[in-house]
T-cell receptor
Framework: TQLLEQSPQFLSIQEGENLTVYCNSS?????LQWYRQEPGEGPVLLVTVVTGGEVKKLKRLTFQFGDARKDSSLHITAAQPGDTGLYLCVGSRRGGADGLTFGKGTHLIIQP | EAQVTQNPRYLITVTGKKLTVTCSQNMNHEYMSWYRQDPGLGLRQIYY???????DKGDVPEGYKVSRKEKRNFPLILESPSPNQTSLYFC??????????????FGSGTRLTVV
């Protein structure tokens, strides 16, 4: 099983601050996805990145896929309490029949 | 609305009493999969299915069974549940994996407690 290491595991910051979450692996992925999971619910897809070096923006969230397609980052600008949740990075290997490789997630709390 | 529906949302059962958690998707996805989520361990794959009548073991298949008789349904069966199967379970579906841009749609989860 390939591993995706996420850091930090836990992050608690004040509303309005910026933050970055990292997802790293020694393996190459054909695509990488970021999900947000709220307590008691299933993960919800935020974005998929497929090209090395790709940057995608979703309002205050910026996602980047590493040039070598082994790592990714999620940057949140001016965090809001509604951003609170568990952020998961999930890698998919080209032609892989076994689905996904999950990071363990970053628990993010934005305090008002 | 495109969705993955799991039932039940909550279940408390006793050791050894067979149970089934149902999963249904309305998106005509080929791929379906079951995961369990435990504190400190993240999401781990139990079983997956690439299409009807095609199922394969994931990382933690022991104690579980699945079937894929229809494209839309992928039930998870615990023949003889044990307390170590107490967990939060998720079903997910997607167009075939490994094809880059497709995301996965997850159900809302089933919280199972085995006493």
């Amino acid at each position: 099983t390939q591993l995706l290491e996420q850091s930090p595991q836990f992050l608690s910051i004040q509303e309005g601050e910026n933050l970055t979450v990292y997802c790293n692996s020694s393996s190459v992925f054909s695509s990488l996805q970021w999900y947000r999971q709220e307590p008691g619910e299933g993960p919800v897809l935020l974005v998929t990145v497929v090209t090395g070096g790709e940057v995608k923006k979703l309002k205050r969230l910026t996602f980047q896929f590493g040039d070598a397609r082994k790592d990714s980052s999620l940057h949140i600008t001016a965090a809001q309490p509604g951003d609170t949740g568990l952020y998961l990075c999930v890698g998919s290997r080209r032609g892989g029949a076994d689905g996904l490789t999950f990071g363990k997630g970053t628990h993010l709390i934005i305090q008002p | 609305e495109a969705q993955v529906t799991q039932n039940p949302r909550y279940l408390i059962t006793v050791t050894g009493k067979k149970l089934t958690v149902t999963c249904s998707q309305n998106m005509n996805h080929e791929y379906m999969s079951w995961y369990r989520q435990d504190p400190g361990l993240g999401l781990r794959q139990i079983y997956y299915s690439m299409n009807v009548e095609v199922t394969d073991k994931g990382d933690v298949p022991e104690g579980y069974k699945v079937s894929r008789k229809e494209k839309r349904n992928f039930p998870l069966i615990l023949e003889s549940p044990s307390p170590n199967q107490t967990s939060l379970y998720f079903c997910a579906s997607s167009p075939l994996p490994g094809q880059g841009a497709h995301g996965y749609t997850f159900g809302s989860g089933t919280r199972l407690t085995v006493v």
